[in-house]
């Protein structure tokens, strides 16, 4: 089918720590592929996004790699801040293009 | 522009009643989309519209719900005979600008229901 999985939550670390989260992803073809972060109290809000293979998003310090082979698109941050605690979804177009499909969310909370 | 706005931010409606939410989409964007979220969960699709023209539809849409957008602008969900099941988050979205591939949504902060 046409998915997308996510790493499960919650997920606490540390202010600077290394952040990873992961993603992968079913499709026919090669789709968009996306993060969006919802911040508390806030509205989905698009993060980065990758439109084709080997292709690299970066916002904010994060950064994901569209990777065809391991049909993934791992979100990575070299050190979190307190201000990232926020639940943060991977979502691929759907078919046709006309939507998206989306994870189930991962909550990361950052402790100073 | 300020964004894709919803209107109520949160609805709490008797079981049985109908609800009607509505949407604002960003002004240059030609595509509307409305999708439902549950807690703990990201959100699903229920339907888009290109203009005024609802192109596609979930099977989540079942026959008490309904959308429209008459005049290529703002968009209206209706769940009639709400049921404790419709309790989430219904988000809308819009994107992209006309001319754009689509690869990019913009969605409104959501209308939070609660059937009781």
């Known amino acids: 089918g046409n998915s997308v999985t996510q790493m499960e939550g919650p997920v606490t670390l540390s202010e600077e720590a290394f952040l990873t989260i992961n993603c992968t992803y079913t499709?026919?073809?090669?789709?968009?592929l996306f993060w969006y972060v919802q911040y508390p109290g806030e509205g989905l809000q698009l993060l980065l996004k990758?439109?084709?293979?080997?292709d690299k998003g970066s916002n904010k310090g994060f950064e994901a790699t569209y990777r065809k082979e391991t049909t993934s698109f791992h979100l990575e941050k070299g050190s979190v801040q307190v201000s990232d605690s926020a639940v943060y979804f991977c979502?691929?177009?759907?078919?046709?293009?006309?939507?998206?499909?989306f994870g189930q969310g991962t909550r990361l909370t950052i402790n100073p | 522009d300020t964004g894709v706005s919803q209107d109520p931010r949160h609805k709490i409606t008797k079981r049985g009643q109908n609800v009607t939410f509505r949407c604002d989409p960003i002004?240059?964007?030609?595509?509307l989309y409305w999708y439902r979220q549950t807690l703990g969960q990201g959100p699903e699709f229920l339907t888009y519209?290109?203009?005024?023209?609802?192109?596609?539809k979930s099977r989540l849409l079942s026959d008490r719900f309904s959308a429209e957008r008459p005049k290529g602008s703002f968009s209206t969900l209706e769940i009639q005979r709400t049921e404790q099941g419709d309790s989430a988050m219904y988000l809308c979205?819009?994107?992209?600008?006309?001319?754009?591939?689509?690869?990019?949504?913009?969605f409104g902060q959501g209308t939070r229901l609660t059937v009781v």
């Open positions: 979205a819009s994107g992209p600008r006309r001319g754009q591939r689509n690869t990019e949504a913009f």
């Open positions: 499709a026919t073809g090669y789709p968009s």
């Open positions: 990758a439109t084709k293979a080997d």
């Open positions: 979502a691929r177009e759907g078919q046709g293009a006309q939507k998206l499909v």
């Open positions: 002004s240059e964007h030609n595509r």
């Open positions: 519209f290109q203009n005024e023209a609802q192109l596609e």
